[in-house]
């Protein structure tokens, strides 16, 4: 795409998705009205262009997305005006640099899937009209700085995949945030108190860290939380009822720890969409688009003198993705997915018990995973009742009992597997969905019976008994 419009305030230039090569185009740092430049998803390459950021004077939104840029931001920037800066997924390196503080209008900042490295420093507090900080996937290391404790208007945060460690500020109260995206990280210690201070939090991502000791009781007043996702670290203890409070999450994974005890009964008050079929709509910068679960995959129109544009907002431009353990594989779903994905992983923990009867009340839940526990008892009749569900794993405990013959129901079905427990009897009916289900679902299962396991449920003939060949001869001679 190729475009270049002037409107009262300026001229915008769009030379996206194209496939431009070399270096950076040297004329367009002779452009001072220039207020909107995107080179995004092209293969420019070399050092950013000290002619643009001194000479560019009226830019206001740069996106360099998706390109092969290396080097640095330059110290000498003169992008006083600039509010929108994309420069994710390129090969830029060294420290964040101190020529952004130029830049102290920034409202989007996403620097995401480069190759910075140093702490994240303080001065990223500099910035009071930011709304969304994306430094994913880079290898920055530290403490978490406590400049992010003066951002009072950002909404989302997104540290995900560096090395940053020890904890959060216990200044980090920020009333606005929505999105938190700390996985894969070196965090530690319990998860911090502070985080019960952010009401409005949409996500909260802190899988793959170091965090220890238990859920606390005030995990329960996130009572906007849509995702919780705190897969891969130390967590022990029981899994909480204050979990039974979040009534509008859609997806929880407390996969990978070490909880132990009884699963809640009381899940079955959570909607997992049930509750939560509308259509949410964010409302930065004044012009957002519907996006379903409101993740910050959404696309934000900027208006430029009542010209919109769009802009993906998202780490590394793929959208929020979340790993959850569901169809036999860790999949990753994009923020377009998460509206029609509702989800609950519980597995590899040391759970006991039996599987809660009411956990069949969940009639929109897409994916449970309860394998690789030591959960006992049967399977309850009432999972019947699971009509949305798609990925149903039961595999790895000590379930005993026949498989309820009216989960042939579950028309949604598309990936169920009971391997290695104890259960016995004789296997649903082969039709509908439970057709599709081959031995590997039923497999360490040595009491289980019919098809499609070669074990028949019909006891064996016993061979009649015949006289040996000869025998009539002899008669006749005596």
């Known amino acids: 795409m190729i475009g270049l419009w002037k409107t009262s305030i300026g001229c915008r230039w769009n030379m996206s998705r194209n496939e431009f090569?070399?270096?950076?185009?040297?004329?367009?740092?002779?452009?001072?009205?220039?207020?909107?430049?995107?080179?995004?998803?092209?293969?420019?390459?070399?050092?950013?262009?000290?002619?643009?950021?001194?000479?560019?004077?009226?830019?206001?939104?740069?996106?360099?997305s998706n390109n092969n840029f290396d080097g640095n931001f330059h110290a000498e920037s003169n992008l006083t005006n600039l509010s929108h800066l994309l420069l994710d997924n390129n090969s830029l390196s060294g420290k964040i640099s101190r020529g952004l503080l130029k830049s102290s209008n920034l409202e989007l900042l996403d620097l995401g899937n480069n190759s910075f490295s140093g702490q994240i420093p303080d001065w990223i507090g500099n910035f009071p009209k930011l709304i969304s900080v994306v430094l994913s996937k880079n290898h920055l290391e530290g403490v978490m700085p406590t400049g992010f404790c003066k951002l009072g208007e950002l909404k989302l945060l997104d540290l995900s995949s560096n090395?940053?460690?020890?904890?959060?500020?216990?200044?980090?109260?920020?009333?606005?945030?929505?999105?938190?995206h700390l996985q894969s990280n070196e965090l530690t210690g319990d998860i911090p108190n502070v985080l019960s201070r952010l009401p409005s939090l949409f996500i909260l991502d802190l899988k793959d860290n170091k965090f220890w000791g238990t859920i606390s009781p005030w995990i329960g007043s996130l009572t906007s939380l849509r995702v919780l996702l705190l897969r891969g670290n130390e967590l022990h203890g029981s899994i909480p009822s204050d979990l039974c409070r979040l009534r509008s999450i859609r997806m929880m994974d407390l996969s990978h720890n070490n909880f132990s005890g009884y699963i809640p009964p009381c899940l079955n008050n959570l909607s997992f969409g049930a509750q939560d079929r509308m259509f949410l709509t964010a409302a930065i910068s004044g012009f957002w688009a519907a996006s379903g679960l409101e993740t910050y995959s959404y696309?934000?129109?900027?208006s430029v003198d009542s010209i919109f544009i769009e802009?993906?907002?998202?780490?590394?431009?793929?959208?929020?993705?979340?790993?959850?353990?569901?169809k036999w594989k860790l999949e990753s779903y994009e923020g377009k997915v998460l509206p029609i994905m509702y989800g609950m992983d519980l597995s590899w923990?040391?759970?006991?018990?039996?599987?809660?009867?009411?956990?069949?009340?969940?009639?929109?839940?897409?994916?449970?995973n309860l394998s690789s526990n030591h959960l006992t008892g049967s399977i309850p009749e009432t999972f019947s009742n699971l009509k949305a569900i798609e990925s149903l794993d039961l595999s790895h405990n000590m379930l005993i009992g026949q498989i309820p013959p009216r989960m042939i129901e579950l028309n949604n079905l598309a990936v169920f597997t009971v391997?290695?427990?104890?259960?016995?009897?004789?296997?649903?009916?082969?039709?509908?969905?439970?057709?599709?289900?081959?031995?590997?679902?039923?497999?360490?299962?040595?009491?289980?019976?019919?098809?499609?396991?070669?074990?028949?449920?019909?006891?064996a003939r016993a061979a009649p008994k015949t006289p040996p060949a000869n025998s009539d001869n002899e008669e006749k001679e005596s």
């Open 21 to 64: 090569h070399g270096n950076f185009p040297t004329l367009i740092g002779d452009m001072k009205f220039l207020v909107l430049l995107d080179l995004s998803n092209n293969n420019l390459s070399g050092l950013l262009s000290q002619h643009l950021l001194r000479g560019c004077i009226s830019l206001r939104i740069l996106i360099l």
């Open 163 to 180: 090395k940053v460690g020890i904890s959060i500020p216990p200044c980090f109260s920020l009333s606005n945030m929505k999105y938190l």
């Open 299 to 302: 696309e934000s129109q900027i």
């Open 311 to 326: 802009v993906k907002i998202g780490p590394s431009n793929e959208g929020a993705k979340f790993d959850f353990t569901a």
């Open 349 to 368: 923990n040391n759970l006991t018990g039996s599987i809660p009867p009411e956990l069949g009340d969940l009639s929109e839940i897409h994916s449970i």
């Open 419 to 459: 391997a290695y427990n104890a259960l016995s009897g004789k296997l649903p009916e082969r039709k509908a969905q439970f057709a599709s289900f081959e031995e590997s679902s039923y497999e360490g299962n040595p009491l289980l019976c019919g098809l499609p396991l070669k074990r028949s449920c019909s006891p």
